[in-house]
């Protein structure tokens, strides 16, 4: 089955700077690749996601980018803002499947 | 329109009892999906559904039962809970006419079982 890799596991930046998040998975057959951030208290929200035939995909300060031949995706925050300081989730799936998620990073921005 | 509601917010069980999480989903969707959240363990895949009266096992789903009786409920259950069962449940929903959508998440059950 699928298995979804997740790093850094923390993840401390200043405000303004950039953060990046990276993903490996292991099933090529695997076709959606969503980011979720969790907030303390809460579910998991989608922040973008990005479907295999598309290589980036920008959403304002978020960007993913996705490399098959290499299978690994990547979550790239661009300055960011103490708001974004939450727990990020990648996952991977096929179709309706189950979602697999890594194991997530603790985003922290400091002031 | 509520999206995903779970049921109860919070819950203490001792060693040995039962309890039932509920998850219902106003969006007509018709995936449903119970994950567990551990430290450093990220969502793990306990049962899920694709449809009315279906279910099927994830990836941890010793100790649990579940039932979709109704599109709208899923329903996760704990015969004989054990501490090793202490943990945050989430409720998840998919749907729509295009596959590979948003999963939809309730705010959780926290469980602990002493």
């Known amino acids: 089955g699928e298995n979804v890799e997740q790093h850094p596991s923390t993840l401390s930046v200043q405000e303004g700077d950039s953060a990046v998040i990276k993903c490996t998975y292991s099933?090529?057959?695997?076709?959606?690749f969503p980011w979720y951030k969790q907030e303390l208290g809460k579910g998991p929200q989608l922040i973008i996601d990005?479907?295999?035939?598309?290589g980036e995909k920008k959403d304002q300060r978020i960007a993913v980018t996705l490399n098959k031949t290499a299978k690994h995706f990547s979550l790239h925050i661009t300055e960011t803002q103490p708001e974004d300081s939450a727990v990020y989730f990648c996952?991977?799936?096929?179709?309706?499947?189950?979602?697999?998620f890594g194991t997530g990073t603790r985003l922290l921005v400091s002031p | 329109n509520a999206g995903v509601t779970q049921t109860p917010k919070f819950r203490v069980l001792k060693t040995g009892q039962s309890m039932t999480l509920l998850c219902a989903q106003d969006?007509?969707?018709?995936?449903m999906y119970w994950y567990r959240q551990d430290p450093g363990m990220g969502l793990r895949l306990i049962h899920y559904?694709?449809?009315?009266?279906?279910?099927a096992k994830g990836e941890v789903p010793d100790g649990y039962n579940v039932s979709r009786l109704k599109k709208q409920n899923f329903l996760l259950g704990l015969e004989s809970a054990a501490p090793s069962q202490t943990s945050v449940y989430f409720c998840?929903?998919?749907?729509?006419?295009?596959?590979?959508?948003?999963?939809?998440f309730g705010q959780g059950t926290r469980l602990t079982v002493v």
């Open positions: 998840a929903t998919r749907g729509g006419s295009r596959a590979n959508t948003e999963a939809f």
């Open positions: 099933d090529s057959a695997s076709n959606y």
């Open positions: 990005i479907r295999s035939n598309v």
């Open positions: 996952a991977a799936s096929k179709g309706f499947q189950k979602l697999v």
């Open positions: 969006m007509n969707h018709e995936y």
């Open positions: 559904s694709v449809g009315e009266g279906t279910t």
